[in-house]
């Protein structure tokens, strides 16, 4: 089964940037990326699937890029502009496509393996 490891994680002043890596051992094709601030629910931020379709939820509002690289064991997440409310735990992680929809998982009860997180704080 998959291993995920999250990285790039840190604190930020407002309107600042982080890219988030996780390196993927095992093949699982769709991979997305994962949100959990403190007293509310996982959250799903982007995702990517079969032929390298992309999803994105609405309140990235053009701000985040997800991609995947390094013969696709490696994904990324590039923040721009963030914002306090980004402030949370992020999380990668990985699902066999053939599992969702038009082979594009993207809720959190999509996918089986996730990292073990990496925390984001946006300063205001």
């Known amino acids: 089964q998959p291993h995920l490891e999250e990285s790039g994680g840190g604190m930020v002043q407002s309107g600042g940037s982080l890219r988030l890596s996780c390196v993927v051992q095992g093949t699982a094709e769709c991979m997305g990326w994962f949100r959990q601030a403190p007293g509310k629910g996982r959250e799903g931020i982007a995702s990517i699937g079969y032929g390298d379709k992309t999803k994105y939820a609405n309140f990235v509002e053009g701000r985040f890029v997800i991609s995947r690289h390094n013969g696709d064991s490696t994904l990324s997440l590039q923040m721009s502009n963030l914002k306090p409310e980004d402030t949370a735990e992020y999380y990668c992680?990985?699902?066999?496509?053939?599992?969702?929809?038009?082979?594009?998982?993207?809720?959190?009860?999509?996918?089986?393996?996730y990292g073990q997180g990496t925390q984001v704080t946006v300063l205001s």
């Open positions: 992680a990985a699902e066999y496509c053939t599992y969702c929809p038009d082979l594009l998982c993207f809720a959190p009860s999509d996918f089986s393996y």
